[in-house]
């Protein structure tokens, strides 16, 4: 059975920093790509990193300078490191694993930036 567990959101200030977390489980995770989405009520689900099977990261243009991902192949888990949270950046956080046909996703977490 396929998981994707996220965690770490809260309510952060302004101006803080947050770490996402993300243990996968069930399949093989090392062949995933695996992505950071984001979404807020009412708008489309944005794409804010994704980290290649290899561990080179890409990230959206309103992230990119402030957040870091990551992933240890290992541990079956991906990171997401946040600092310099904006108003802005307030979604819930998704976590998803795909490659070829197979697309997975977690349930998210809350992330809230407000002082």
């Known amino acids: 059975q396929v998981t994707l567990v996220e965690s770490g959101g809260g309510l952060v200030q302004p101006g803080g920093s947050l770490r996402l977390s993300c243990a996968a489980s069930?399949?093989?995770?090392?062949?995933?790509?695996m992505d950071w989405w984001r979404q807020v009520p009412g708008k489309q689900r944005e794409l804010v990193a994704s980290?290649?099977?290899?561990?080179?990261?890409n990230y959206g243009d309103s992230v990119k300078g402030r957040f870091i991902a990551s992933r240890d192949n290992a541990k079956a888990m991906v990171y997401l490191q946040m600092r310099s949270l904006k108003s802005e950046d307030t979604a819930v956080y998704f976590c998803?694993?795909?490659?070829?046909?197979?697309?997975?996703w977690g349930q998210g977490t809350q992330v809230t930036v407000s002082s």
């Open positions: 069930g399949f093989p995770f090392s062949a995933y790509v």
């Open positions: 998803n694993a795909w490659r070829m046909n197979d697309n997975y």
């Open positions: 980290v290649m099977t290899g561990g080179i990261p």
